[in-house]
């Protein structure tokens, strides 16, 4: 599932790297909406540098996906489910600058997550 969230950066992390090579950052954003909330999102692998063009206090859109997960415990207790928002492209909102020099490039890339289509058109 594809979903974009806008809000403002409240909180960015260092890269984490582990043993077996695999890297994750986290961050929080603050959702721009009436009660705003503050959400964990996660990049990893290569995704991990696209929010260096970013600071805390910067307005930004961000595409992500969220990835479900079911674990079984092994004393046979049930299930646990647990979510991940994982965030693939993160860009300035066209209606603000954040004292971007003009000239600056956005930090934009495909999601690797959305379904291959020929057909760009919208049901509605």
Known sequence: MSLELKGTIKKIGDIQTFASGFQKREFVLLTSEQFPQPIMIELLQDKVDIIDPFKVGDEVEIGIN???????????????????????????????????????????????????????????
């Open 66 to 124: 969220l990835r479900g997960r079911q674990w079984s415990p092994p004393n046979g207790a049930e299930d646990k489910y647990f979510n991940t928002i994982l965030a693939w492209k993160i860009t300035r909102p066209a209606n603000t600058n954040n004292n971007i020099p003009q000239g600056t490039p956005e930090q934009a890339f495909e999601n690797p997550f959305a379904e291959d289509s020929d057909d760009d058109s919208l049901p509605f």
